[in-house]
Each structure stands twice: as structure tokens, then as C-alpha cells.
């Protein structure tokens, strides 16, 4: 089973649910957590050990211009304003280029090669004996997340049980890391700014089919709100984690709550048999 924990507003304690849920199961099973926050990974905070770290690397187009005619069919093809071509020259903005392909297919005097370009890097390490977390990191400056995040979920594609924790928002990142998932956890606060961002993240989970539940942080009892929204949208509410500042505290000194209050394993178990529920998937 592969679940997303995501949210659509930043803040909401999404990386705490997705760091609880996978402690919690590992006592029992196998489970892979990946950070797909690769803007800012932070699982490794939670889950300190050394690991083995690999570079990723896009192909990005190199043009020769001694065999190069000016004749602009990369310009043209090319969907995101990568390449300008000059009178006598071609001008490749590195930045814009999401590595399709395309340029070098359709260059008519092949001119144009494909080299490796590093965009940032992942991280694997085992914290506990059954915990494997494969976290991805963007180079600072880069823009392209979704290769390193294609990258790390696919180091765990034959893994049993993956944890993807998502980026905030619901942008290109998220929806490349609730893509193929069975379930999504979206962790939202019952706020105004909360249940705003949360009916984004429900509409992007839908039309990606992805079946969603819903979890409550921080809640100071006033949910009534996020509960009308979700049952008008057929949500359920599978957890609710009240405001409680000895939570904030674990939680902020890079602790886990089910292991300082070994008590919450049992909720987080709970979660994760309604996981199971909505995607239907036997285990
Ligand atoms: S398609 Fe090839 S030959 Fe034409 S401008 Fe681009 S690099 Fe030059
Ligand atoms: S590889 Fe694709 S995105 Fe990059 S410059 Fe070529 S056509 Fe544009």
C-alpha cells in the first residue's frame, strides 16, 4: 500500500502525522517513509542515521553550433521557452528546460546532444530496524522537484508499505507525489485558511483518484466547519488531534509523540485500518 500525507495549507502538521504513523507501524512491519518535501526535507530530523546518498541528475540539452543551421525547429518545439534561436546562435535557458527530450528529437542536423545535469540528490538510511526513509533534496536554487521526487518513489516502488509526506500546497510536487498512491491523508486545521486550502487539496486528490480521508490537528473543539465539508464531500474523518501544548513541545524538539506517549500508537493504528478502508486494498 503506498499512502500520501498531505495538506493543502503549510503548517498543519502533516510532517508529524506522516513521522507517527510510520513509527508507529514499524514496530510491526516493514515500512518505507519518503520525503517528498524535497524543497525541505525534514523526516531525517525525526529519524537521525547516517545514509547513503546518491546524486540525481536530469538530461538537458547541449547544441553544437558548428553543425547548427539557425533553422529554429527546437524554438518551436520546445514548450516551455527553453531555447531561443538567434541569427546566428542558440540560446538554451537552463532553468526553463524540463528535460522532454523534444529539442534534441526533432534538431534535423543533430546538433543537439543530451548531457547529465545534477538538480539535487537522495538520501537513503535505515533509522530503525524496520524504517527505511529515502529522502529526496533539491539543490538550493534549482526549480525542478519532480524528478527527484519521481526518483525517490521509485526507489520504493516494490517496497510493501510507503509513507510519502508531500510538500505543502497543491502544486506540481504534490501531484506528482499523490500520483499512484492508494490513499491520501489530508491533514488540515480548523481555521479559515485551513479549510480554504483543504477544499483545493480535496478537488487535486479527486481528479487525481485518489481516495482521501481526513485528519484534524490541533483542534481546539470549533471543527464544525471542516466537519460539514467534509460530510457534504463524503469525507471521513479519521483522526483528530486536539491543540495540547505537550504535543507542540515533543513535536518542535524533533521528538515523536508515540514514542514519548507510546499511548497514541493506538490511533495511529486506528488511522491506518481506515486507510485501508477507503482504498479497499488487501493486505
Ligand atoms: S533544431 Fe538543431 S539545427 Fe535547428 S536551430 Fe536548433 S540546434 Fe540548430
Ligand atoms: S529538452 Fe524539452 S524542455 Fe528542454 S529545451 Fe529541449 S524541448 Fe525544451
Redesign the pocket.
Known amino acids: 500500500m503506498k499512502l500520501a500525507i498531505a495538506s493543502g495549507k503549510g503548517g498543519t502538521g502533516k510532517t508529524m502525522v506522516a513521522v507517527n504513523l510510520a513509527f508507529t507501524l514499524s514496530q510491526t512491519e516493514r515500512v518505507t517513509l519518503v520525503d517528498c518535501d524535497v524543497e525541505e526535507p525534514n523526516l531525517h530530523l525525526f529519524f537521525p542515521a547516517p545514509g547513503i546518498t546518491t546524486e540525481v541528475t536530469v ?3 547541449v547544441v553544437d553550433e558548428t553543425t547548427c543551421d539557425h533553422c529554429g525547429r ?1 524554438e518551436e ?7 531561443t534561436v538567434l541569427r546566428n546562435r542558440v540560446l ?3 532553468e ?9 528529437l ?1 534538431c534535423p542536423n543533430g546538433a ?1 546532444h ?1 548531457e547529465p545535469k545534477r538538480i539535487g540528490t537522495i538520501t537513503i538510511s535505515t533509522p530503525l530496524p524496520n524504517l527505511k526513509l529515502i529522502s529526496g533534496m533539491l539543490d538550493t536554487g534549482n526549480p525542478h522537484a519532480v524528478p527527484i521526487i519521481r526518483a525517490a518513489k521509485n526507489l520504493a516502488a516494490n517496497d510493501p508499505l510507503v509513507i510519502c509526506d508531500t510538500a505543502p500546497g497543491t502544486s506540481c510536487p504534490v501531484v506528482e507525489t499523490l500520483d499512484g498512491c492508494d490513499a491520501c491523508i489530508l491533514v488540515t486545521e480548523s481555521t479559515p485558511f485551513g479549510l480554504h486550502d483543504l477544499r483545493l487539496a480535496v478537488e487535486v486528490a479527486a481528479r487525481l483518484g485518489v481516495p482521501t480521508g481526513i485528519v484534524i490537528n490541533r483542534s481546539d473543539g470549533k471543527d464544525q466547519a471542516t466537519i460539514e465539508f467534509c460530510m457534504d464531500h463524503d469525507l471521513d474523518v479519521m483522526m483528530t488531534i486536539p491543540f495540547d501544548r505537550e504535543i507542540a513541545a515533543i513535536q518542535s524538539r524533533g521528538d515523536l509523540l508515540c514514542r514519548v506517549r507510546p499511548e497514541w500508537q493506538t490511533a495511529f493504528t486506528a488511522l491506518f485500518i481506515k486507510c485501508g478502508a477507503i482504498t479497499g486494498v488487501q493486505r
Not at 518545439?77 to 531555447?83: D, H, L, P, S, T
Not at 528546460?97 to 534534441?104: D, K, V
Open positions: 538530461p538537458v540539452p527546437c518545439v520546445c514548450q516551455y521557452g527553453a531555447m538554451f535557458f537552463p526553463l528546460c524540463h528535460s522532454c527530450g523534444g529539442c534534441t526533432v543537439i543530451e
